[in-house]
């Protein structure tokens, strides 16, 4: 139930990330989601959907893997150089 | 457009964590126990905590932080079994409260001549158990009207939690709730858990809980005590 608070987390994450590569396109964000965690892939996946589409993205994809136990992280990011 | 992977393994719980860790360090370096009291909907956490006020207010100082989705009516019940501040927090639809609230709401109290600090977190079994606020222990209600077998549910939150209370105990005349198969399930899923048998009604089994509180705000107190030597 709480996967728009995760997935704002996810973008707020990113920006850093972005912002300390001094980067500004996002392609994709891979996100590790563990059957523990207490999140529901398929909703989380439309929360950043969303989120994603929206400025200062610009159409960035999610990829959420799952794995076992409560990990809830985010993995990677995809840049355009 | 060249596209680099940047690696980040970054936890998404961890800036919450941090907060949560700063939380814990304020309440510790003024000797006050912190307790999250989680639920689902209904099952007493409010009408607990006035009983605990009624009974508690006069021999330590207990602050609250409420959380609600919707309305401050919790805080506002609190509010008339204290004469110390409540802090309201409505999460504006969020189903949880965070680190980040309740280190905004410890502004308003008065930590150094505060002995008990309880956060009534929004009703909720499962997302309140992800989120770390910066309390010491977790204290989960279970009512006599909800399923035996709640605790194998939401076995992440009864393992998270220290303590359970178990709520409305007068009911259980009227009921055909099998108390020993509930108290099994929590056991099943959290052998450490201290169970309290309650009802905030009658009184029956208030004096064990409140009795843990005494026990554990005294604790709280003399390892602050020893950390200031």
């Given amino acids: 139930m709480h996967e728009m608070s995760v997935a704002l987390e996810v973008c707020r994450i990113a920006e850093a990330r972005l912002a300390h590569e001094k980067l500004d396109r996002l392609v994709g964000v891979g996100?590790?989601?563990?059957?523990?965690?207490?999140?529901?892939?398929?909703?989380?996946?439309?929360?950043?959907?969303?989120?994603?589409?929206?400025?200062?993205?610009?159409?960035?994809?999610?990829?959420?893997?799952r794995c076992v136990g409560d990990t809830l992280r985010v993995d990677y990011l995809e840049v355009d150089e | 457009m060249t596209v680099r992977v940047i690696d980040v393994r970054e936890s998404v719980m961890a800036r919450n964590n941090e907060i949560a860790a700063t939380v814990r360090q304020r309440v510790e370096a003024e000797g006050v126990?912190?307790?999250?009291?989680?639920?689902?909907?209904?099952?007493?956490?409010?009408?607990?905590?006035?009983?605990?006020l009624d009974a508690l207010g006069d021999e330590m100082a207990i602050a609250v932080v409420t959380g609600d989705v919707q309305t401050q009516n919790d805080a506002d019940r609190i509010a008339r079994h204290t004469s110390a501040l409540v802090q309201a927090v409505v999460t504006g639809g969020a189903c949880?409260?965070?680190?980040?609230?309740?280190?905004?709401?410890?502004?308003?109290i008065d930590l150094a001549h505060t002995d008990l600090l309880v956060i009534e977190n929004v009703g909720n079994l499962v997302c309140p158990?992800?989120?770390?606020?910066?309390?010491?222990?977790?204290?989960?209600?279970?009512?006599?009207?909800e399923g035996e077998d709640k605790p194998l549910k939401y076995?992440?939150?009864?393992?998270?939690?220290?303590?359970?209370?178990?709520?409305k105990?007068?009911?259980?005349?009227?009921?055909?709730?099998?108390?020993?198969?509930?108290?099994?399930?929590?056991?099943?899923?959290?052998?450490?858990?201290?169970?309290?048998?309650?009802?905030?009604?009658?009184?029956?089994?208030?004096?064990?809980w409140l009795g843990y509180l005494r026990r554990e705000v005294a604790r709280a107190s003399t390892a602050h005590g020893a950390l200031r030597g």
Wanted: hydrophobic share 45%; net charge negative.
């Fill in chain 1, 31 to 65: 996100v590790v989601v563990g059957d523990q965690a207490g999140i529901e892939p398929a909703n989380l996946q439309f929360c950043l959907d969303t989120l994603l589409a929206q400025p200062p993205f610009r159409r960035a994809t999610a990829r959420i893997e």
């Fill in chain 2, 129 to 145: 158990a992800a989120w770390d606020l910066g309390e010491h222990a977790k204290i989960v209600l279970f009512s006599v009207t």
């Fill in chain 2, 155 to 167: 076995p992440r939150m009864f393992r998270e939690a220290r303590g359970a209370v178990m709520t």
């Fill in chain 2, 169 to 208: 105990i007068d009911l259980l005349p009227h009921l055909s709730f099998d108390l020993a198969r509930a108290v099994g399930a929590m056991r099943e899923v959290n052998p450490e858990l201290e169970i309290f048998l309650t009802s905030a009604t009658t009184g029956d089994g208030m004096d064990a």
């Fill in chain 2, 96 to 108: 949880h409260l965070d680190a980040r609230q309740v280190d905004r709401a410890l502004e308003a």
């Fill in chain 2, 33 to 52: 126990l912190a307790l999250n009291l989680v639920s689902s909907p209904g099952a007493g956490k409010t009408t607990l905590l006035e009983r605990t």
